[in-house]
């Protein structure tokens, strides 16, 4: 394991509230002592220090080795990852300095039978120590018993979902009050006056998690904040309209597992931050909705299972989708997005292991889709036409442990308007490969389509 590979692994696992080391732990020395911390505790009770050049240290201020930590706090999501056959168990908080953060252990197998959004739970386990030197570099990390497994294990996983860690026992994990479960209702609102409701943002501040602000054709002039697990859903599509009158985010959601359905989204602030729906929250869903005239269209900051899902996202002043800041494994498919000024989709800042599928990506102002600062991205089942230039992906950030994929690795790639390529054999797929440009050696896609793909299922700009 090389030096960079090493602190980019501990550097990963602090950014995510977990902690790893590369050898067997030391021996435990004193007595223990059993400390209960929320999660935000565990977190602020951090300590690292390190040159980035000889020595790494990462322990806790209030823990020693052999202390028993129990984290007691309520599951703010939950989510089971078939490919790894564990499940991770989300706990956000927010700083003093008013910024969203989460710490999110995994643990084996799926557990979302036996767990739910809202249970309070704790988790037991001993803390060990683990030292090695590697490269000239001093290691000396703190972490949970459970998630050690030894060098070898964390090489294989460093640059998977788990960061090097092992699963956590389920044995570990408890609950200790249930999520109170009360019936879903939905609140309506009209802005004629014919509901309890004629402001979104009201029956939002009055709804509870599984209820639905259903809303009522018309135009809104509002700044909407989705700040609980609730479904906003507009009765037409095209005719109930959230209007941000050219200020700030027309739609901000906070809140994990939100949704957003069947509205229209338009006119958001100017500014380089301003969208018509910013997300910063997890497993938030946008769908069936008109996300028009805005600056980005959808700015996506951290968010992980996700997904954007037949939307029509056209004429921004800026891109259409925007992904930073860590999104993963979100699903972005059968969307129309169209005639953005700047890129459709742009993928950018370890956004990695994103899903991109049958979607329309046509007539945008720079590019199709711009990648940058990210792999792991998967593109097929897409049809590219009319924009400036359809495809560029920079260079792989050092260190990269995959690469982005332009097919699905057997038999289906994407459709390129500008593909020059010929079907000797009649099969429909192109008998050379169609050049992503930007980076050296170019990507391709080994499977282009010859003939535009039938995406029936895709909404139409009217």
């Known amino acids: 394991m090389t030096t960079k590979s090493c602190i980019l692994g501990i550097t990963l696992l602090l950014l995510i509230g977990m902690l790893s ?3 067997q732990p030391n021996p435990v020395s004193n007595v223990p002592t059993t400390i209960t911390m929320t999660a935000e505790e ?10 980035w050049t000889t020595y790494v240290t990462m322990g806790y201020k209030s823990l020693d080795e052999g202390d028993i930590l129990i984290i007691q706090d309520n599951i703010s999501d939950i989510h089971y990852d078939a490919a790894e056959d564990a499940t ?10 008013g910024m969203r953060a989460e710490y999110s252990p995994w643990f084996t197998g799926d557990i979302t039978g036996s767990f739910a959004i809202g ?19 001093q290691c000396d990390i703190e972490l ?10 964390y090489t294989a996983h460093m640059t998977s979902v788990l960061k090097g860690l092992k699963p956590m026992p389920q044995t570990t994990i408890t609950r200790i009050n249930e999520a109170v479960i009360i019936t879903a209702k939905t609140l ?8 309890v409701y004629s402001s979104i943002q009201d029956a939002i501040n009055a709804a509870s998690a599984g209820d639905t602000v259903y809303v009522m054709n018309g135009i809104y002039y509002e700044h909407v904040v989705l700040n609980k697990a609730i479904t906003l859903r507009g009765e037409d599509a095209a005719s109930t309209i959230i209007d941000g009158n050219h200020e700030g985010n027309v739609v901000n959601i906070t809140a994990n597992a939100a949704q957003l359905t069947n509205c229209t989204i338009q006119q958001s602030g100017d500014s380089f931050f301003d969208a018509g729906v910013y997300i910063t929250a997890n497993s938030v869903t946008v769908s069936h909705t008109l996300i028009v005239n805005n600056s980005e269209g959808i700015s996506v900051h951290g968010l992980t299972y996700g997904m954007i899902h037949a939307n029509v996202i ?16 979100n699903e972005i498919s059968s969307n129309n997005i169209q005639s953005n000024e700047e890129s459709g989709l742009e993928i950018w800042s370890g956004s990695d292991n994103n899903l991109i599928t049958r979607n329309e990506i046509t007539r945008n102002g720079e590019y199709g889709v711009e990648l940058s600062s990210a792999e792991g991205n998967h593109f097929y089942l897409n049809n590219f036409v009319g924009n400036q230039e359809n495809a560029n992906e920079s260079e792989l950030t050092e260190g990269s442990q995959q690469d982005n994929y332009w097919d699905n690795g057997t038999n289906a790639g994407n459709y390129w308007d500008d593909y020059i390529g010929t079907d000797t054999d009649g099969d429909g797929i192109g008998d050379m490969p169609y050049t992503i440009y930007g980076r050296q050696p170019p990507n391709q896609d080994r499977y282009p389509f010859i003939t535009a793909l039938d995406l029936s299922e895709v909404p139409l700009l009217t």
Do not use: H, P
């Open 144 to 153: 949970f018993e459970g998630q050690w497994e030894s060098e070898d294990y």
């Open 42 to 51: 565990f977190m602020n009770d951090l300590n690292m220090s390190s040159d």
């Open 314 to 329: 056209a004429n921004n002043s800026r891109d259409g989708i925007y992904l930073s800041f860590w999104c993963e494994n």
């Open 119 to 137: 249970d309070q739970v704790k988790i037991r386990d001993s803390i060990i120590r683990v030292t090695f030197t590697n490269d000239g570099i």
């Open 21 to 23: 080391g590369c050898t």
């Open 188 to 195: 309506f609102v009209a802005n004629d006056g014919s509901q």
């Open 88 to 97: 991770k168990v989300t706990f956000s908080y927010t700083t003093t300095q």
